[in-house]
């Protein structure tokens, strides 16, 4: 009897796995754009793709190149995962020593337009760089900054609903625990957010039209 597969979990392995049963016939992700140090594949039974870039390389074997700029033929690859940044800050929170370790941990943009622009510019790159009916996996997170909701889930399924593609799934990884700096607890508003998403989507011929028109 099969598993069932569910929409949420604790490991991220897990779920990568799902997805890659799920969806991608081959069983394996061709490019990863955004590899940094390579932990989506660590210990987790998921081969690492042989395509693997980074705009600052970590590790051996990561080629040197910007996601929204790939040395890759239209058309060539059938699995690529995405992992982009998801803070955008100039604070304080980016010195050493001070402020939230986890601006200080994971790459961040200096505002959310900037952000989201390179959402935008690197969701279109990956339906370049993608087969028909090929598959983009793209992991991202909502956040709270400066007291205003940001929804980043939203704005990358619109975005890529508008480039092309088609949203086939979605999962939800849970987190037990999260990195809190002593002044979000002090001045907290909103609820904290414990998840965070890994959406696929399926490069299609043509937009998909979700809104029945007038008889």
Same mark, same amino acid.
């Given at each position: 009897?099969? +598993? &069932?597969?569910?929409?949420?979990s ?9 997805? &890659? ?6 069983g ?10 390579g932990?989506?594949?660590r ?62 941990r ?5 505002? +959310? ?71 979000? &607890? ?25 809104? +029945?028109?007038?008889k």
């Open positions: 009897m099969n +598993e &069932l597969i569910k929409s949420t604790y490991d991220q392995g897990e779920i990568i796995r799902n997805i &890659l049963k799920l969806h991608v016939p081959e394996k992700i061709d490019c990863d754009p955004t590899y940094s140090t932990v989506f594949y210990g987790t039974g998921i081969d690492p793709p042989d395509l693997r870039f980074d705009i600052k390389p970590q590790a051996e074997g990561v080629i040197e190149a910007d996601a929204r700029h790939l040395p890759l033929e239209a058309g060539s690859i059938s699995c690529l995962m995405l992992d982009p940044p998801f803070l955008a800050t100039t604070g304080k929170s980016l010195q050493k020593g001070r402020g939230n370790r986890i601006n200080r994971f790459g961040v943009y200096p505002n +959310e337009k900037a952000l989201h622009q390179m959402y935008r510019d690197i969701i279109r790159e990956a339906y370049r760089v993608l087969k028909k009916d090929g598959i983009l996996i793209f992991k991202c997170q909502d956040k709270v900054s400066s007291g205003k909701q940001y929804l980043s889930h939203v704005f990358v399924i619109n975005t890529a609903v508008e480039s092309g593609f088609y949203p086939k799934d979605l999962f939800v990884l849970l987190a037990k625990n999260r990195l809190v700096a002593d002044w979000q &607890l002090r001045n907290q508003k909103t609820a904290r957010k414990f998840h965070c998403y890994f959406i696929v989507f399926q490069k299609c011929d043509t937009r998909i039209n979700y809104v +029945e028109e007038e």
